[in-house]
């Protein structure tokens, strides 16, 4: 593998660090801004949108199946009262209890993801800024091939 070499300036790896390390709202005003006058700053800011963009897809479906898990649960509770004449409280309680037992569930799952999102967005900006050319393992090809058409629309692979 081999190391290109350094040919931004310190303004434009500056500026790639950011649209890493803001997010969505820093990446598209850095993206506006910068788009037509450095590759490499419209690579990064480009690619951060992608990155935010998937994250915000996952977080929007884990949240989705966590809060239908709990919807579930609870109507699920409000069910056994129907199904028989006379429910006893001991027999009603795990049901009552579980959807309760999916919010320290759903931080569980929060945490870990939220803390890998912190690192790979301090590991984009520290590589940006140390002047390589950072990619994200999947987004960065396909961000990659995306701008390729954009700025070659007739050319087909």
Known sequence: MTEEPNLTTSDERTMGALAHLFGLMGALIIWAVQKDKSRFVRFQAVQAL?????????VMVLFFCLFGAMFIGMFGM??????????SPESVFP??????MLFPAMFACIYPFSFAIIIARIV?????????????????TQVEKFLADQINPESTE
């Open 124 to 140: 984009a900006t520290v590589s940006v800024l140390s002047g390589k050319n950072f990619r994200y393992p999947i987004l960065g």
């Open 78 to 87: 409000m069910l056994i009262p129907l199904s028989s004449s006379n429910p």
């Open 95 to 100: 049901f009552m209890a579980f959807p309760f």
């Open 50 to 58: 992608a990155f935010d963009f998937a994250v915000m897809l996952l």
